[in-house]
Antibody, heavy 122, light 107 residues
């Protein structure tokens, strides 16, 4: 069964840092680009960042560029999101998601984790 | 960046109704469009990809159409399990962008 399991969310003060992880199973992890998508309370979906299967290409939304870093460890089948200089507006549920097609670039997302909650507040 | 809009923002309908949601892109995205369903407290679920391809396991009452800048999601006969929020998403280019969502609720 294809599965994604996020962890690492929590309460952090403004200006603080947090690292999210997403453990993948049931598919050839290194063949697929992966994304982080977030959803602020009561709001819609916002794509945050993506990384190619090899990890050689990364992409960011303007709202997080320079503060967040996406990475992956294909030997551990794990995706990461390092979040620095956190702001109140980063408060959201963060989902990791698998790209639809192998070796694709921009793509739809066919498998999603259950989400991990990040709250930025003093 | 490609902006996505959806209409309506809320739709009240009854079981058995035919429902249509429209999604528009600010520039041509060919057929690089996906539709998702999301229920409260749950992760989004892929319904349609490449504008009109039905994801495996999704009921055939869901269908998608369109290309270029205008797209539609149609539910042919609304079922109780279909009351949810629906999002479109373009994947023509980065940054990936979602529409603001359409909430389908009970009339």
């Amino acid at each position: 069964e294809v599965q994604l399991l996020e962890s690492g969310g929590g309460l952090v003060q403004p200006g603080g840092s947090l690292r999210l992880s997403c453990a993948a199973s049931g598919f050839t992890f290194s063949s697929y680009a992966m994304s982080w998508v977030r959803q602020a309370p009561g709001k819609g979906l916002e794509w945050v960042s993506a990384i190619s299967g090899s990890g050689g290409s990364t992409y960011y939304a303007d709202s997080v560029k320079g503060r967040f870093t996406i990475s992956r460890d294909n030997s551990k089948n794990t995706l990461y999101l390092q979040m620095n200089s956190l702001r109140a507006e980063d408060t959201a549920v963060y989902y990791c998601a698998k790209s639809l097609a192998a070796r694709s670039s921009a793509d739809g997302m066919d498998v999603w984790g259950q989400g991990t909650t990040v709250t930025v507040s003093s | 960046d490609i902006q996505m809009t959806q209409s309506p923002s809320t739709l009240s309908a009854s079981v058995g109704d035919r429902v249509t949601i429209t999604c528009r892109a600010s520039q041509s995205i060919s057929s690089w469009l996906a539709w998702y369903q999301q229920k409260p407290g749950k992760a989004p679920k892929l319904l349609i990809y490449k504008a009109s391809s039905l994801e495996s396991g999704v009921p055939s009452r869901f269908s998608g159409s369109g290309s270029g800048t205008e797209f539609t999601l149609t539910i042919s006969s609304l079922q109780p399990d279909d009351f949810a929020t629906y999002y479109c998403q373009q994947y023509n280019s980065y940054p990936l962008t979602f529409g603001p969502g359409t909430k389908v609720d009970i009339k």
